[in-house]
């Protein structure tokens, strides 16, 4: 039997969702959006390339979610941006509104899927997704690591004139200008990149990597970045519909794991047909650890000031 995989959201992440798990036949794919006729339209036209990207993915778009009954996997992209005069705490009221009643929607139909959460801010959305569904931990996971780990293994390997296959990278934290890429576990051929390169290219390609959602704004003016960030949501859905198995550093809630509780927090885990299989715990030097509590205590402020909400 299929699989079947539903991405609420049809704006730019969804639907390049949508693209790549129909184009890698990983399941079918029902899309979701508040628009009117987006999602349609969208999962029609992606439907009608089919027969020359050849595969069978089948493809419905829908307003509401009784077409994402019995789904394996929910990608959550719905939200909106920051408008101009808008707050970030105005943002994170809105799109913690959204979550709640997309959440709640999800769960409903789906009741034993696994939740892959994208929208942001994302450490405080898979909070939000959690409580409201009532899923277990190993059922909700953030993505933001898998996207922040690409950009770092795509900037080394372009320093270094190799092919991005060789490359593995690990950067953990929160999603944000906290996270913590982590040089010594990354590698190239399996050799550490702190014998490939100097600590001052080594920290230029960390900066870009914190700034890498940014830069992109900052070119497209409108709209963030899309591609990458939905290679790595289908990354770890098709990790799960597979049980494969593979490591990620994803958003998991922790406790206790590297000294933090109550918290989604990047890290490496094992994702297979349960979800989260495993989070790996790494011997991190007290540099290493030092920073990633410097993280979790930007995603606790976030969360703290999201309970101050009504
Ligand atoms: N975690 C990450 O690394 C990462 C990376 C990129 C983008 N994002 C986040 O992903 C989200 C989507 O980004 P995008 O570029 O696709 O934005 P987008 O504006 O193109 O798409 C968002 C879509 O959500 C829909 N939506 C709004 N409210 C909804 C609701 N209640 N139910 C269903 N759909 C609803 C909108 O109509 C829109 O089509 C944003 O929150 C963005 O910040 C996260």
């Known amino acids: 039997?299929?699989?079947?995989?539903?991405v609420v959201g049809a704006?730019?992440?969804g639907a390049t969702a949508a693209q790549r798990l129909a184009e890698k036949e990983l399941a079918d794919?029902?899309?979701?959006?508040?628009i009117e006729g987006v999602p349609q339209g969208k999962s029609l036209d992606l439907a009608q390339?089919?027969?020359?990207?050849?595969?069978d993915s089948r493809l419905t778009g829908s307003n509401t979610y009784e077409a994402s009954a019995g789904s394996d996997i929910v990608i959550i992209t719905a939200g909106i941006p920051r408008k101009p005069g808008m707050s970030r705490d105005d943002l994170l009221a809105t799109n913690r509104g959204i979550m709640r009643d997309v959440t709640r929607q999800v769960a409903k139909y789906s009741p034993e899927t696994i939740?892959?959460?994208?929208?942001n801010p994302l450490d405080a959305m898979c909070h939000v997704a959690m409580e409201e569904s009532g899923f277990p931990k190993n059922r909700v996971i953030g993505m933001a690591g898998v996207l922040d780990s690409a950009r770092f293994r795509a900037f080394i390997a372009e320093e270094l004139k190799v092919s991005v296959e060789n490359v593995h990278a690990l950067v953990l934290g929160g999603h944000g200008d906290t996270m913590v890429p982590l040089p010594r576990f990354s590698t190239v051929a399996g050799v550490p990149i702190t014998e490939m390169m100097t600590p001052e290219r080594i920290d230029a390609l960390i900066t870009r990597t914190r700034s890498g959602g940014a830069e992109i704004v900052g070119l497209l003016k409108t709209g963030s970045a899309y591609y990458a960030p939905a290679s790595g949501a289908v990354e770890m859905a098709e990790s799960i519909l597979k049980d494969k198995n593979k490591i990620l550093p994803c958003a998991v809630y922790l406790e206790g794991e590297y000294g933090i509780s109550g918290l989604?927090?990047?890290?490496?885990?094992k994702l297979g047909k349960n979800g989260v299989e495993q989070i790996l715990e790494l011997k991190l030097s007290s540099e290493e650890a030092k920073a990633l509590s410097k993280s979790a205590a930007s995603v606790k402020e976030l969360l703290d000031a999201m309970k101050k909400m009504a």
């Open 1 to 6: 039997m299929k699989s079947k995989v539903t």
């Open 264 to 269: 989604f927090v990047g890290v490496p885990v």
């Open 29 to 34: 794919v029902v899309l979701i959006d508040v």
């Open 11 to 13: 704006g730019n992440v």
């Open 115 to 119: 939740l892959i959460v994208v929208s």
């Open 49 to 55: 390339a089919a027969p020359v990207e050849k595969h």
